[in-house]
């Protein structure tokens, strides 16, 4: 099983919502419309290159862009292994997060 951190689920998550359109400055704006947390663009993109060095995302350079002084975007997709990863994720949320244990917080909250 691939464990993942929270945030590395979140922004698995992020790439997996946002598709073709999976980079940086996206990414971060659906990582504050989720989490209601803006990322710094370090953070960002160091957590994006520790994904890429598990293979559980991979990078492709776009064309380069005339707003943009001729600078290329960055963009993230998920690979095989990140998708077999958010999938065990999932699993043992669902598994954690059962019927349950939603009984057993309502009583103990009363």
């Given amino acids: 099983m691939i464990e993942l951190t929270k945030y590395e689920e979140i922004l698995l998550i992020s790439i997996l919502h946002l598709k ?5 400055v996206h990414i971060n ?3 504050l419309e ?11 993109y160091r957590m994006l290159d520790q994904l890429v ?3 559980l995302v991979e990078r492709k350079e776009g064309e380069p862009m005339k707003e943009k002084g001729g600078r ?9 292994t990140g998708y077999q990863a958010l999938q065990e994720s999932w699993a ?5 997060w059962n019927q349950h ?10």
């Fill in 101 to 110: 244990t939603q009984i057993a917080l309502e009583k103990g909250r009363s």
């Fill in 72 to 80: 290329r975007k960055t963009y993230y997709s998920i690979t095989d």
């Fill in 34 to 44: 989720t989490t209601g947390k803006q990322w710094n663009y370090g953070t960002l």
């Fill in 53 to 55: 060095r598990k293979d």
């Fill in 29 to 31: 704006k659906r990582i």
């Fill in 20 to 24: 073709e359109n999976a980079y940086g």
């Fill in 92 to 96: 043992l949320q669902k598994t954690l």
